[in-house]
Structures are given as C-alpha cells and as structure tokens.
C-alpha cells in the first residue's frame, strides 16, 4: 500500500536516516553518486527534507535535502574536503578572509573558526536564498566574526542580473549565462573588492567561487593583490569559463603579471605543483611569490 500525503515526509525523512547509515559503510558510501545519479535526483526523492547535523569544530548545519551540497554533505559526511582542509592548515587566528560566492556559508563557517575573534570573514553570497541559509547558519552558531554581504562581485559596480539556479542546484547562480539551465535572472547589487576592501588593513585569503564569473572579479581586485597579496583559492572548470567566454589562461597570465603562482591541492589539503594530485577537485590555488 503507498504512504498517504500526510505519511510522505516522515517517511522521506526516515528514509534519509537510512541511507545517511548505510552510506557510512566504505562499500556503500562508493555508490553514492550513482544512486544520486540514477534515483535520487530524477525521482526527487528528498524533496522536502530538512536535517540539522554537526559539522567540523562543533559547527551547526541546516540542510535542505533536495539540493545538491547539503545533500552531498549529508550522506557522506562533508564536500570539497581538500578545500576545507587546505583553510584548516592555512589559517591563523587575526586573518582576514573574502568568501566570494559563499552559497550556504561552508567555507566561511570554518573560516570563522580558524581566525577566531580577533579574525574577521566577509561572505559575499547575492542569491536571496543561499544567503538567507547563510544567515541563518551565522545566528546558529553565535558567529560574530562573519559578516554577510548580500552582494555579487566583478570589474564594475552597480545593479547587474544574477541568473538563477535550476532546483535543486544553489551553486550554479552567475552573473554570466553560461548554461540554458538557469533560470530568470533577479536584479543584485555588485561590487568589486578594490572598493570594497580599500579600508581594511590586511586581506590574508580570499575564496572565489562564482561560476565563470572569476576573471572579471579578478579584474576589479588588481589593487587588492597588489597590496595585500593574499592567498587565492579559485574554482575554475573549462566548461564553465568556456561557456563564460574566458579560459584557465587568462586567469594564469593575468595573475602570473600580479606575481602569483598557481598550485594545485592534494587530498590532505596540501599544495603541490602535480596536477595528477589535484584530479577531482576544480579549485586550484594562487600564491603570491
């Protein structure tokens, strides 16, 4: 006999509760994106589901269940791990930390852990709703060295179309149309870093995550490196930058004239020059030489 409506969301949530133990088997947890692939997306299967778990350092996460990164959190424990870990290594108490493109707030969560009171963590998130997860996120967990930013970041400032995501996948917004998957664009305040970080005394990382809008954000931060050189952690994935009219290339070149050098990040969250190390992992890091 099927569930009635009223019995469905109990037991998608029971059920979430049993995959979430059953993928913390290694045999299993291998599965995961398969089933993903095969089930759990096409059939919506967590549509609707919401978990509260703890995450590294005590933190507190909300997690919606139908979309990709809270999802992916969930069943296996944690997402883009090697970033993570590199932040963990790389941070001090006192740093100061850009989060551009901050979606739900995982980086700048552990940022904020990392640089302590006396660090700060600006989270630039312009998607209404990832940045209402991301808020809420910060009150959870009594965060006061987090300052959220409900704006975008690029060459130019002014008011400029986000392209939405499509369900299900928070982490596709851009201001750049690379995929006919998003959707209808909202109108959000967009700035650029020279401005926004002329009065801060020191920027010691920054997090760029915007799909295929990084080298115009780049653009609008030469003074930034060039005074502060902070460490970079950007995304970059060729589709993406492609679709966006711009290549791995010219990030390199136009950072290589600011005196970066690229790395790549292993799977203890280390740098390295092997780019057999980095497979899997999209993010690569630039440090100032």
């Given at each position: ?17 049993a ?15 398969g ?23 005590g933190?507190?996460?909300r ?5 990709w ?14 970033g ?37 963590v600006?989270?630039f ?8 997860l991301?808020?809420?996120h ?10 959220l930013?409900?704006k ?20 596709m ?17 967009v ?48 589709n ?40 899997g992992?999209?993010n ?6």
């Amino acid at each position: 006999m099927l569930p009635s409506p009223e019995q469905l969301p109990r037991l998608k949530h029971l059920l979430a509760s049993a995959f979430r133990q059953l993928f913390a088997i290694p045999y299993f947890k291998d599965k995961y994106f398969g089933l993903y692939k095969r089930v759990f997306r096409p059939w919506q299967l967590f549509n609707g589901v919401h978990k509260t778990v703890r995450y590294r350092h005590g933190l507190l996460l909300r997690l919606h269940l139908a979309d990709w990164i809270p999802q992916h959190l969930y069943f296996l424990g944690d997402y883009e791990e090697r970033g993570i870990l590199f932040l963990e290594q790389h941070l001090r108490p006192g740093h100061v930390v850009l989060d551009v493109g901050a979606n739900m707030g995982l980086y700048s969560l552990v940022a904020s852990k990392m640089v302590g009171g006396t660090g700060q963590v600006y989270a630039f998130e312009p998607l209404p709703a990832n940045a209402d997860l991301l808020r809420e996120h910060i009150a959870i967990n009594r965060l006061s060295n987090v300052q959220l930013e409900q704006k975008a970041v690029s060459n130019v400032a002014g008011l400029m179309p986000l392209y939405t995501p499509p369900p299900n996948n928070s982490g596709m917004a851009s201001l750049r149309r690379y995929s006919d998957e998003l959707g209808a664009p909202v109108q959000v305040e967009v700035v650029t870093l020279d401005a926004y970080a002329e009065s801060l005394p020191a920027v010691h990382l920054i997090k760029l995550d915007i799909e295929g809008g990084e080298y115009q954000a780049l653009l609008g931060m030469q003074r930034l490196l060039a005074r502060h050189k902070p460490l970079l952690m950007l995304e970059l994935q060729p589709n993406i930058l492609g679709a966006a009219s711009q290549t791995e290339f010219d990030i390199r070149q136009l950072l290589s004239a600011l005196g970066y050098r690229q790395y790549f990040v292993d799977k203890q969250g280390r740098l390295t020059h092997d780019t057999a190390a980095g497979v899997g992992f999209h993010n690569v890091v630039f440090v100032p030489a």
